[in-house]
C-alpha cells in the first residue's frame, strides 16, 4: 500500500533552516507530484508548494518564494523540503502528501512533522 | 489567489444528524475541490475529490456536491468517530488554497 514516512524537523534556533524528508513506497514515484502543507499549533492547513516526482519542477506559494526549496532523490523515492531564515511563525507541523491526476487532490499523507522555532 | 470560505466554522451534532457543510471559492474552480477530514493530532484525509468522487475506502455516508464557487459535503448519518475537523481545498488554480476548517462535534 502507499506510504509517505516523514523524518527531521524538531526544534530549531530562529534564523536557523530544517530539513525534512518524506520516504514514499507503494506507488511508482515519478508519476505522481508531491505537496508540502503546514499547519501551525491550533490552525488550518497551508499550502506551500509542490514538485514533479518525474522532473523536480516546482511551484513555491509567494508566501515561501525564497526560503522555500523543494526537491526530490528518485533514486530512493524520498521528495525533501527545506525551509530557510525560519522565525517562530514557522512552528508548524508540517506534512508531506502524493497528488492524485486526475483533480491534484492529496489522496495519501506523511504522518507529519513538527517543526518548533524557538531560542 | 482564490480564497475558500467555509460555513460554519463549527457545529454540534446528534449521531445519526444529517450534516451538511458548505465551502464557496472567490473564484470559479470548476470541480477542482476537494474535501479531508483530520481527527486531532492526525494527518488529514482525503474523503471526496473532484467535487462528488468518493475516496476508496471512504463510507458511503460522505458525498459532495456543487461545481463553479459553491460546494457542499454531507454526512448522511453522523457517526461518533466523525467528530473532526473537516477542510475544503481548491486544486484548479496555484497556489492551492484549503477553507479554515469546520469543526464537527457530537452533542
Known amino acids: 500500500q502507499v506510504q509517505l514516512v516523514q523524518s527531521g524537523g524538531g526544534v530549531k534556533k530562529p534564523g536557523a533552516s530544517v530539513k525534512v524528508s518524506c520516504k514514499t513506497s507503494?506507488?511508482?514515484?515519478?508519476?505522481?507530484?508531491i505537496i508540502w502543507v503546514r499547519q501551525a499549533p491550533g490552525q488550518g492547513l497551508v499550502w506551500m508548494g509542490w514538485i514533479s516526482g518525474r522532473n523536480g519542477n516546482t511551484y513555491y506559494t509567494p508566501k515561501f518564494q525564497g526560503r522555500l526549496t523543494l526537491t526530490t532523490d528518485t533514486s530512493t523515492s524520498t521528495a525533501h523540503m527545506e525551509l530557510r531564515g525560519l522565525t517562530s511563525d514557522d512552528t508548524a507541523v508540517y506534512y508531506c502528501a502524493k497528488l492524485e491526476v486526475v483533480v491534484a487532490a492529496a489522496d495519501s499523507w506523511g504522518q507529519g512533522t513538527l517543526v518548533t522555532v524557538s531560542s | 489567489d482564490i480564497q475558500m470560505t467555509q460555513s460554519p466554522s463549527s457545529l454540534s451534532a446528534s449521531v445519526g444528524d444529517r450534516v451538511t457543510i458548505t465551502c464557496r471559492a472567490s473564484?470559479?474552480?470548476?470541480?477542482?475541490l476537494n474535501w479531508y477530514q483530520q481527527s486531532p493530532g492526525k494527518a488529514p484525509k482525503l474523503l471526496i475529490y473532484g467535487a462528488s468522487s468518493l475516496h476508496s475506502g471512504v463510507s458511503s455516508r460522505f458525498s459532495g456536491s456543487g461545481s463553479g464557487t459553491d460546494f457542499t459535503l454531507t454526512i448522511s448519518s453522523l457517526q461518533p468517530e466523525d467528530s473532526a475537523t473537516y477542510y475544503c481545498?481548491?486544486?484548479?488554480?496555484?497556489?492551492?488554497?484549503f477553507g479554515q476548517g469546520t469543526k464537527v462535534e457530537i452533542k
Open positions: 473564484q470559479y474552480v470548476s470541480n477542482y
Open positions: 481545498h481548491q486544486s484548479y488554480s496555484t497556489p492551492d488554497s
Open positions: 507503494g506507488y511508482t514515484f515519478s508519476d505522481y507530484n
